[in-house]
Each structure stands twice: as C-alpha cells, then as structure tokens.
C-alpha cells in the first residue's frame, strides 16, 4: 500500500478529483475507528491526525459545497468555509466561487441563534417547509439563510436539484451519520473517501451511516488507498453500478 508521505501535493489533488459529470456528484467524507465507530467522546475530530486533517481540507478545497447536519456542524464546531490562498487560483479556473457554500442541515431548526456560522454569507440552512415557525423566525431574525427542501424532512434529492440549479455539482457531504444514511438511502451516494483510524474505541457511538435503510446493499469499490506510518487508511471508494438515471415524471 502506497504511502501518504510518498505522494505529492499533486498526485494527492489528482487522486481526489470529483470526476467529471453531466450531473452532480455526491462524495461523502467520513471517519471511523477499527471498530467502526463515527465518533470518540462524541467528536469525529477525536479519531483524526495530521494527515487526515491534510486531505479533509484538501477535499473542501475540490469542492463547490459542502454538506453537513447541522447538529453535527454545532458538535464538531464548523465554522465558515475557508480555503488556503495556495488553493484559489485553482478554484477559479475551475470556474469555483472564492469558498465552497456550507450548507447545514436540520429539519427542527434547533441550532441555536448564536451560532454565528449561521451569518456569514457562504452558509445557508436546508430545512422543510413544516420546520416549527418560530425556530424559522428566530434563525431569520439572527441573520440565517433558509433553503426549504421538502415538506416534512430535508428531502436529499430535493437538496441535490437546488443545489444543481445553483451550478453546484461537486458535492461534499461531511455527514452526521444520519443526513449520511438518507443520501445513501436515496441512492444518491456516488463517492465515499473513509479514513481509517487505529483507533478501538468501544462503547456505543454511532457508525458513519446510521438511521435510513437503503432498499438493498449499496455495492461499492475501492479506487484508492493510502497509509500512513501512524496506522491510519485512506481509502476513496465509487459506486459499483452507476447511479440510475434522474426520473423525467
């Protein structure tokens, strides 16, 4: 297995290209420890290391946006989306804004008013139209960014087509493993990059995909893989079968 401390800026940037499409392509970002955990002490930022951190960044820079529950954005402490100056001229020729868009999911709007992430403009809220309308008045009030996409829950296709109206079609989804488990349970999941970290952690902490069920097994297979000499994986996986078509009804 190919070591992360033997590729290059550029071989690391090429090997995590979204592929070219004439759709939006989902890729999820996700972490987890041997025994399949998604957090430690509650965190997915407890299982990492440097070089995680090194292509988590590198992803966002790839990325036209960002995906994320907002109760996962509140936990781990998100804040709005930079992107090293190195980064930018990159971006603009790949016809990319400054910063990739944030967007936090939540269908009860609990997030609290003063989560300043909320205000900044590169950050916008996906919820449903049934979200509890004085949570609506009060994220508003605070300066927040609403984007309904369904009429009971955050429907992820629905999230998918508003995002592609907008020209975003190279999507990172950085879970929590619930909005994670819906995008797949949708079939909507063309990429997976999973670090592996040697971690056992035990106990009862969720895994990257936790919650909605799929109709069947989303079969995948691994593009490419990288290790490091502290005993982390980095794997990127792609759909085995391609995603089927958008309905035209």
Request: glycine share 8%.
């Amino acid at each position: 297995m190919q070591k992360a401390t033997d590729v290059t800026a550029d071989q690391l940037t090429r090997a995590y290209a979204f592929p070219p499409s004439d759709r939006p392509v989902i890729r999820a970002n996700m972490i987890a420890s041997i025994d399949g955990a998604a957090t430690a002490d509650g965190k997915s930022g407890a299982l990492g290391g440097p070089d995680d951190h090194r292509i988590f960044h590198l992803q966002r820079s790839l990325a036209d946006v960002i995906v994320v529950g907002a109760q996962t954005a509140v936990n781990e402490g998100y804040h709005p989306p930079t992107v090293a100056t190195d980064d930018t001229a990159a971006r603009s020729a790949r016809g990319q804004s400054r910063v990739p868009l944030l967007v936090l999911v939540s269908r009860s709007l609990t997030i609290p008013a003063e989560y300043t992430t909320l205000t900044d403009p590169a950050v916008v809220v996906a919820t449903c139209t049934n979200a509890p309308a004085a949570a609506r008045t009060r994220l508003v009030d605070a300066g927040a960014t609403l984007l309904d996409c369904g009429d009971d829950d955050v429907d992820p296709r629905r999230l998918l087509d508003q995002l592609a109206e907008r020209g975003l079609t190279r999507i990172l989804c950085e879970g929590g493993p619930r909005f994670l488990a819906a995008v797949a349970a949708a079939d909507l999941l063309d990429e997976l990059a999973l670090t592996v970290s040697p971690i056992l952690t035990g106990g009862a902490a969720p895994r990257i995909s936790h919650g909605a069920e799929p109709d069947g097994p989303n079969r995948m297979r691994l593009r490419h893989q990288l290790a490091n000499d502290d005993g982390f994986q980095f794997q990127l996986w792609e759909r085995a079968v391609p995603r089927p078509p958008a309905s035209t009804d």
